[in-house]
């Protein structure tokens, strides 16, 4: 079953990368404010394919397919 934390966890991160990157900008620090935004996005999409894997396997498991 898919956990509710999951989903307070993504948008935890979403909201920190925001007031990082925004912050960075601020203080001229547009191509770090870059890197700090694409790095979350690779955390976030990460946890989000982990979430798909465990979809299909629980999807496999109930149809039994193989």
Sequence with gaps: MIDIS???KLA???IIITVVC???KKSDRDDVATVVSIVGLV???TI???MIGD???VLQE???AY
């Design 48 to 50: 989000a394919v982990t």
């Design 22 to 24: 925004q912050v960075l």
């Design 62 to 64: 109930l149809f039994g």
């Design 12 to 14: 935890a991160i979403g």
């Design 6 to 8: 999951i989903i307070f």
């Design 43 to 45: 955390i976030a999409l």
């Design 55 to 57: 979809l299909f396997n």
